[in-house]
Nanobody, 127 residues
Framework: QVQLVESGGGLVQAGGSLRLSCVAS????????IGWFRQAPGKEREFVAA????????DYSDSVKGRFTISRDNAKNTVYLQMNNLQPEDTAVYYC????????????????????WGQGTQVTVSS
């Protein structure tokens, strides 16, 4: 099973930017969707964004659309989440995850379809 490692979290002021990285231990991505989720204290883990390695299509939650961008680097086996105009409500632990699906769909917004998860990286946005 593929291992995923996130990095890039930190403390930033409102309006600032961060770029998260998710590196895979092997080259599994051809028929996978890679997603980013986040979990704030006392809340459930929620979908943020996803990318299909097969056809490059992307999907975003309404709360981050227009501010966050998910992308991938084939050569580095890495998926990125560029987060701009961060707000205090974006504060959470961010996780990347892999789903053995070639295409995005309504189900790739669901936690249960993802089979591998990283350990998470903390993002804190101060007001």
């Amino acid at each position: 099973q593929v291992q995923l490692v996130e990095s890039g979290g930190g403390l930033v002021q409102a309006g600032g930017s961060l770029r998260l990285s998710c590196v895979a231990s092997e080259r599994p991505f051809t028929n996978y969707v890679i997603g980013w989720f986040r979990q704030a204290p006392g809340k459930e883990r929620e979908f943020v964004a996803a990318i299909s390695w097969f056809n490059f299509r992307t999907d975003y939650s309404d709360s981050v659309k227009g501010r966050f961008t998910i992308s991938r680097d084939n050569a580095k086996n890495t998926v990125y989440l560029q987060m701009n105009n961060l707000q205090p409500e974006d504060t959470a632990v961010y996780y990347c995850a892999a789903a053995r699906r070639p295409y995005l769909s309504a189900t790739t917004r669901l936690r249960d379809v993802y089979i591998s998860w990283g350990q998470g990286t903390q993002v804190t946005v101060s007001s």
